[in-house]
């Protein structure tokens, strides 16, 4: 399998996202540690007020690098409905090749990472919008953590995928059997892959300078 079909990656329509997750890449580990943990407290604080809210719609995403987060974000605006996000206890690296691999094998071994954070209350929920990158042909590891950990019987879930010009692999197949009793509707889907272009047209510039 390519690399390429190995982990989905952002838009260009959403490069300011990923410019911002380049960015983070330059910081040191320890701080990034530091803002993982501070963004774990709130993320744990936030969710002890979803339910009480009163929307019966939720809008729960995973991202790595920010592209699925402006998606989810502009559904949480325009549907008035609460917005959770799905965070595994242990980060994945920011290198983006490093993350292929640690996907790659996650996925091989049928991995369920622990999750930071559990939605309480899901029951008060009747729609759940459920935002993903497609990753080595499917939903990522933590994805089906989700779903294993969170009962969406009897719940209209609408999947939001991104994915890096393969398509959704066998994605739906894993929703409809981590959620065999869920209402399974259409995917909106869109081609997500500025970042592995940006990674190439770099490579492809550093070989033009090594040849001249």
Same mark, same amino acid.
């Given at each position: ?10 838009? =260009? ?7 911002? =997750? ?25 969710? &002890?007020? $979803? ?13 790595? &690098? ?13 549907? *008035? ?7 595994? +206890? ?51 590891? +933590? ?10 019987? /009897? *719940?209209? +879930? ?5 994915? /890096? ?23 909106? &889907? ?15 510039? $550093? ?6």
């Amino acid at each position: 399998m390519s690399r390429r079909a190995a982990l989905g990656a952002p838009a =260009a329509l959403f490069l300011t996202a990923g410019a911002s =997750a380049c960015a983070a890449q330059d910081q040191q580990p320890a701080a990034r540690g530091s803002r993982l943990a501070a963004r774990g407290s709130r993320l744990a604080a936030r969710g &002890s007020r $979803l339910a009480a809210r009163g929307s019966r719609t939720l809008v729960a995403y995973f991202t790595r &690098s920010g592209n699925t987060r402006v998606i989810a974000a502009q559904l949480h605006r325009e549907l *008035k409905a609460d917005l959770f996000e799905i965070l595994p +206890v242990a980060s994945y690296p920011e290198d983006y090749e490093q993350t292929v691999e640690q996907a790659r094998r996650e996925r091989d071994v049928g991995a369920r990472p622990p999750l930071k954070v559990m939605v309480p209350n899901i029951g008060a929920y009747e729609t759940v919008f459920l935002c993903f990158p497609i990753w080595g042909e499917t939903a990522p590891p +933590v994805v089906r953590s989700f779903l294993a950990a969170h009962d969406l019987s /009897g *719940k209209t +879930v609408r999947p939001v995928i991104t994915h /890096g010009g393969y398509g959704l692999g066998d994605s739906l197949a894993v929703l409809k059997s981590h959620a065999p009793n869920a209402n399974l509707m259409p995917a909106f &889907s869109m081609e997500a892959d500025q970042e592995r272009r940006t990674m190439t047209q770099v490579r492809d510039w $550093l070989g033009q300078i090594a040849r001249a």
